[in-house]
């Protein structure tokens, strides 16, 4: 393998915590259903660029009957960039022990430009050589076209790229693109697909 693809939600950080899940719809007041369901009905076009922030909280406040002022939507932006802060420290030690073995790694994550600009900015984020986020492309997993370009990125050929996610489609678009993939269920047993010895 010439580079190991990560995703991060869900593998270099961890399935938010409740207590920081909740704080977004009470921070409207709402109940957490149709909370929830607003947030996910229009996350893939704020994950693909496609609508900015204030679109994406707005539409979602409207579809919840709330107004969305400018200080209510930098508190929901800053509550969402919290919720995908809680990092996972098994992927973590597995990603510094690869990065000191000098695999060269990098990054590819469906994410809204708010989230991809605060993952650049932490000290973490230099592991990877190189990070990929869908709001910058115009594309997002599984679409085989983002594998490809991240394969002409690098410039390396699509069999010589393994890209873990937790997702299964995830995991089947970037089959489809050529590339080597894991389905991550925790990082002993990443540790274990990538053949390190534990650690």
């Given at each position: 393998?010439?580079?190991?693809?990560?995703?991060?939600?869900?593998?270099?950080?961890?399935?938010?915590?409740?207590?920081?899940?909740?704080?977004?719809?009470?921070?409207?007041?709402?109940?957490?259903?149709?909370?929830?369901?607003?947030?996910?009905?229009?996350?893939?076009a704020?994950?693909?660029?496609?609508?900015?922030?204030?679109?994406?909280?707005?539409?979602?406040?409207?579809?919840?009957?709330?107004?969305?002022?400018?200080?209510?939507?930098d508190?929901?932006?800053?509550?969402?960039?919290?919720?995908?802060?809680?990092?996972?420290?098994?992927?973590?030690?597995?990603?510094?022990?690869?990065?000191?073995?000098?695999?060269?790694?990098?990054?590819?994550?469906?994410?809204?430009?708010?989230?991809?600009?605060?993952?650049?900015?932490?000290?973490?984020?230099?592991?990877?050589?190189?990070?990929?986020?869908?709001?910058?492309?115009?594309?997002?997993?599984?679409?085989?076209?983002?594998?490809?370009?991240?394969?002409?990125?690098?410039?390396?050929?699509?069999?010589?790229?393994?890209?873990?996610?937790?997702?299964?489609?995830?995991?089947?678009?970037?089959?489809?693109?050529?590339?080597?993939?894991?389905?991550f269920?925790?990082?002993?047993?990443?540790?274990?697909?990538?053949?390190?010895?534990?650690?």
């Open positions: 393998m010439k580079w190991v693809v990560i995703d991060y939600g869900e593998v270099v950080c961890r399935r938010p915590p409740d207590e920081s899940a909740a704080r977004l719809p009470a921070a409207l007041g709402a109940e957490p259903g149709p909370f929830w369901d607003a947030y996910w009905s229009g996350r893939r704020y994950d693909l660029g496609a609508v900015d922030a204030a679109g994406y909280w707005g539409a979602l406040c409207g579809d919840l009957g709330r107004v969305a002022g400018t200080a209510l939507l508190t929901l932006v800053e509550l969402d960039l919290d919720m995908w802060s809680h990092l996972d420290s098994g992927t973590l030690a597995v990603l510094e022990d690869l990065a000191a073995r000098r695999v060269p790694l990098a990054l590819l994550s469906n994410a809204p430009l708010e989230l991809a600009r605060d993952i650049e900015r932490r000290p973490w984020a230099a592991l990877f050589r190189r990070r990929f986020f869908s709001a910058d492309l115009s594309m997002a997993k599984p679409d085989p076209r983002i594998y490809r370009h991240v394969s002409d990125a690098l410039d390396t050929d699509p069999g010589d790229l393994v890209f873990v996610d937790d997702r299964q489609e995830n995991i089947d678009g970037a089959r489809e693109a050529g590339l080597r993939a894991h389905l269920t925790g990082a002993d047993r990443l540790r274990q697909d990538l053949r390190l010895p534990a650690g």
